[in-house]
């Protein structure tokens, strides 16, 4: 089987961050006999830019055919003002819904080396390892009715918490195939105590608990979610809630690790005719305008994006380990980008420094 790839690097630092992910995945086609059929488009402010929209009917195209999508960042100073229908943001949104990514996966990983940057005691996060699946296309975000409307002389704003048993089902599925590949405990967040979609929730996830008898399952309020967050994080392996709650609990729990230019993501959706799930990677932070042509950005998140696909779209979990094990060497070893630089301060390296020391690190690995 081919392994297909679009990349869309998008604005700002995105191709900076990129260019060192095209690196990692040459590596990975001459020294580890994996080759990735590449090809590569516009998105975002770049897409607006020649084609005067935020992304092409022929790249939507390409991305529907693909095994992965990989996305560095969209947005800018630059598009501040376009109109609502042409911003950057729509771009990645219409790739998302187009594709029907329905399950956001967050992981909150603490890097040893950078478990002094966590704002919590350090033994509270060495090891962390936890991952959050958020229900993307459903819930209050898209629900009707919704606006703003007069009753009584008063503006009244209104959003529908709405949840269909398929889509929990579908979500949940993807969050116990996980527990599955990790360490077969699922939590699942809600708030069944105060809301009806919230007893949905827990009784569909308890029926899907059937045909994964191997998984530890367990309820959570999520208020109480958040709590225990911060207060012993590593009670989870992963964790399934819906999209307003997972919006909430996946910044909680990634900035439990440090920093934004640390963290990757991936968006999933159902199975393709070659097995493989609609798919698009992407790192958690924006186009940082205020670094962007510096050489300053870190592309870790953006490199761990594409440890995911490995994983999740390639099933090459032995690979992913591999690179992670690199970044885990680079990161023991002291290197730094501007962004990692603790309070005792350091010579930070560049992007493309970063990259080589990723590239040497897994030269090593063989
Ligand atoms: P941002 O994530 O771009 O930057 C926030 C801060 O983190 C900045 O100080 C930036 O320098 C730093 N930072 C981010 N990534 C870094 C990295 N890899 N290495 C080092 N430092 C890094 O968020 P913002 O400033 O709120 O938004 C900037 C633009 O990005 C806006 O146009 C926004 O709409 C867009 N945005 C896009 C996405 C996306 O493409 N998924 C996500 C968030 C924001």
Redesign the pocket.
Known sequence: MTNSLLILA?D???PE?MDEVKRVIGWFGDKRDLPFDVSEDLV?GAAYDKHGTPLHDDTMAKAQEVDAVL???????K??DLDFSVK??RG?LRLRKEMDLFANLRPAQCFDALADFSSLKTEIVSGLDIMIVRELTSGVYFGEPRGIHMEDNMRVGVNTQRYTEAEIERGARAAFDLAMKRGKKLCSMEKANVMESGVLWRDVVTEVHQDYPEVELSHMYADNGAMQLVRAPKQFDVIYTDNLFGDILSDCAAMLTG???MLPSASLGSPMANGRPKAMY??????????TGQG????I??ILSFAMALRYSFDKGAEADRLEGAIETVLADGAR???LMGPDGGTPISTTQMGDAILAALDASL
């Open positions: 998008g700002g630092i995105g961050v975002g996305l560095g960042a969209v947005g800018g100073p598009y501040d950057p943001e990645l920093s934004l230019g992407e790192p958690v932070h924006g186009s940082a305008p205020d670094i300053k950005a870190n592309p998140a953006c980008t501007a962004d």
